[in-house]
Nanobody
Framework: QVQVVESGGGLVQAGGSLRLSCTAS????????MGWFRQAPGKEREGVSC????????YCASSVKGRFTISRDNAKNTLYLQMNSLKPEDTAMYYC?????????????????WGQGTQVTVSS
């Protein structure tokens, strides 16, 4: 049984930082491309960033480039998202997902396993 669990969300002031973590079990973590997505109220779920098994990454949302950093530790089956210089528009539920793909897909439809999400709220 595959389980994907996010943690690290919370309330932070604009300009602050948060580090999200995602632990996946029940799958060969190192064989999966992992991604972070977010969904704000009333909006579509959008890709934030993804990273393949060897550490190559893509930043799907142009607004996060230079502020967010995705990384993974295959030995710990854990995915991270370091978020700096947070803005109120980053407020959303953040989801971790796994794709059986060697590419770096930004489309949510390419991901098979999803976590329940962790809320990030940035106050102005």
């Amino acid at each position: 049984q595959v389980q994907v669990v996010e943690s690290g969300g919370g309330l932070v002031q604009a300009g602050g930082s948060l580090r999200l973590s995602c632990t996946a079990s029940g799958l060969s973590f190192g064989a999966y491309t992992m991604g972070w997505f977010r969904q704000a109220p009333g909006k579509e779920r959008e890709g934030v960033s993804c990273i393949n098994w060897s550490g190559f990454s893509e930043y799907c949302a142009s607004s996060v480039k230079g502020r967010f950093t995705i990384s993974r530790d295959n030995a710990k089956n854990t995915l991270y998202l370091q978020m700096n210089s947070l803005k109120p528009e980053d407020t959303a539920m953040y989801y971790c997902a796994a794709a059986r793909s060697g590419r770096l897909p930004c489309s949510r439809w390419e991901y098979t396993y999803w976590g329940q999400g962790t809320q990030v709220t940035v106050s102005s």
